[in-house]
């Protein structure tokens, strides 16, 4: 009875001392492509220096603002305003605006009583000065 007992595990360790190693190789590469997939490479957002810092310590606000075009009605016409600055005409308006900073972009902003005609010639004339960036935003003012 001994012996058999000593077959016996001598058969056991020699069935487990065979394991097929294309299953685990399948798994070991699937691990692999597993954590290459889901591991970031980049380097992380909190680490990534700031934009917005330049050499003079900072920008100014004003930079990071659109430009603002309010339209104002005076009996049935328009007035249109950037900052202090007031012209009638869109002609006049192009003028201004073409002597402002592009990269901000425009807001064209506007009571909801105003005609869209006049909206219309705002965003027309912003066009006409080169700002590619507009927007129009109607105000309960």
């Known amino acids: 009875m001994g012996l058999k007992r000593s077959q016996r595990s001598a058969k056991r360790s020699s069935h487990l001392g065979v394991l097929p190693l294309t299953s685990m190789i399948d798994v070991v590469f699937l691990l692999l492509v597993y954590f290459l997939v889901t591991s970031s490479f980049a380097q992380p957002e909190r680490d990534l220096p700031s934009s917005v810092q330049t050499d003079g310590g900072g920008v100014r606000s004003s930079e990071l603002q659109p430009q603002i075009v309010v339209i104002e009605l005076q009996g049935s016409e328009a007035v249109y305003r950037v ?3 007031r ?6 308006l192009t003028q201004l605006l073409r002597s402002l900073p592009k990269a901000p ?3 064209v902003k506007a ?15 912003s066009q006409d ?3 590619t960036r507009r927007s129009y935003v109607p105000t309960d003012r």
């Open 83 to 85: 900052g202090s600055n």
């Open 87 to 92: 012209v009638l005409t869109q002609d006049g």
């Open 105 to 107: 972009g425009i807001a």
């Open 111 to 125: 009571q909801r009583e105003v005609p869209i005609r006049f909206i219309a010639v705002a965003m027309q004339a």
């Open 129 to 131: 000065a080169g700002f």
